[in-house]
């Protein structure tokens, strides 16, 4: 019923950027947040930056002001500007939303798209 397309994903080289972008599709009435999660092989799938429909942000302390996240509300649609990449940003990154439930609220993923930094 509800799906997350993304898109922006590839190679860059360190020091590079990439923009990667995502849109909700699908019986939405409302979006609590929108987020971005990374996995690397061998650890677990980290927070990467989220945001709320009111436009507060959080990130991960490895971000350290390179990336920057956006919503567009009336698109359903958030985004991650990455700068100055790093081969460490290297993973799959996968966008995240929290819809509410009748009794609380329910997280839905996409499929993950690959970024690779080169060095």
């Known amino acids: 019923q509800v799906q997350l397309v993304e898109s922006g994903g590839g190679l860059v080289q360190a020091g590079g950027s990439l923009r990667l972008s995502c849109t909700a599709s699908?019986?939405?009435?409302?979006?609590?947040?929108m987020g971005w999660y990374r996995q690397a092989p061998g650890k677990e799938r980290e927070l990467v930056a989220r945001?709320?429909?009111?436009?507060?942000?959080n990130y991960a302390d490895f971000v350290k002001g390179r990336f920057t996240i956006s919503r567009d509300n009336a698109k359903n649609m958030v985004y991650l500007q990455m700068n100055s990449l790093a081969p460490e940003d290297t993973a799959v990154y996968y966008c995240?939303?929290?819809?509410?439930?009748?009794?609380?609220?329910?997280?839905?993923w996409g499929q993950g798209n690959q970024v690779t930094v080169s060095s």
């Open positions: 699908g019986n939405i009435v409302s979006i609590n947040a």
């Open positions: 945001i709320v429909s009111g436009g507060r942000t």
């Open positions: 995240n939303t929290v819809l509410p439930t009748l009794d609380g609220f329910r997280g839905y």
